[in-house]
């Protein structure tokens, strides 16, 4: 069981626009920034959205988060074939003095 | 161009001892965290532990302390995850990753090292 919430899946057609969620408590999310993480199947995770809103060069504006109290989202817009993998957050933990914590990850299937 | 280079795969028995590695190049090596992260197959991603190559402060998540051991060798810009006694639980991809000097997130990442453990 992840300390952070995420839905298992999401799916949307090309062109269209998509949100994963994630949820957390007072102790992670409620005072941290939040990050999104990219898998393409077969690879390394990716760094895609960092300090709850901010993009790493050359990723794609089609690409946002955003954070309210205790959860985050991700949002993809114009999805594309592409953008078809696992979608994690992540962010710091302070209870136990202080560790890093993922979700469970989202599998973004493009229909 | 930031990297991280990690060991390649190792098929190992329960019960013995292995240490892969994460060479880093293309920045200052002793000024960031390097972090570790664990994937079962088929799994999500688990934080294990980072630690600062500068002093070899380190930190674990509860979940991995007195599991595994983080060390770096500053010399060398290479750090370390290591185990003493294997289990066939361990057997999943690890990576290290860089942790950002502006934010809590891990901007750079290995390729993977895949560790299978089997009688």
């Known amino acids: 069981q992840s300390v952070l919430t995420q839905p298992p899946s999401a799916s949307g057609t090309p062109g269209q626009r998509v949100t994963i969620s994630c949820s957390g408590s007072?102790?992670?999310?409620?005072?941290?920034?939040v990050n999104w993480y990219q898998q393409l199947p077969g690879s390394a995770p990716k760094l895609l959205i960092y300090?709850?809103?901010q993009r790493p060069s050359g990723v794609p504006d089609r690409f946002s988060g955003s954070k309210s109290g205790t959860s985050a989202s991700l949002a993809i817009s114009g999805l594309q074939s592409a953008d078809e993998a696992d979608y994690y957050c992540?962010?710091?933990?302070?209870?136990?003095?202080?560790?890093?914590?993922f979700g469970g990850g989202t599998k973004l299937t493009v229909l | 161009e930031v990297q991280l280079v990690q060991s390649g795969a190792e098929v190992k028995k329960p019960g013995e001892s292995l240490k892969i590695s994460c060479k880093g190049s293309?920045?200052?090596?002793?000024?960031?965290?390097i972090g570790w992260v664990r994937q079962m197959p088929g799994k999500g991603l688990e934080w294990m532990g980072i630690?600062?190559?500068?002093?070899?402060?380190?930190r674990y998540s509860p979940s991995f302390q007195g599991q595994v051991t983080i060390s770096a060798d500053k010399s060398i810009s290479t750090a370390y995850l290591q185990w003493s006694s294997l289990k066939a639980s361990d057997t999943a991809m690890y990576y290290c990753?860089?942790?950002?000097?502006?934010?809590?997130?891990?901007?750079?990442w290995g390729q993977g090292t895949l560790v299978t453990v089997s009688s």
């Open positions: 300090n709850d809103d």
């Open positions: 293309g920045y200052s090596f002793t000024s960031y965290w």
């Open positions: 007072s102790s992670n999310i409620g005072s941290n920034t």
């Open positions: 630690i600062y190559p500068g002093d070899s402060d380190t």
């Open positions: 990753a860089r942790q950002s000097s502006a934010a809590n997130s891990l901007d750079y």
């Open positions: 992540a962010t710091w933990d302070d209870s136990l003095s202080g560790h890093m914590v």
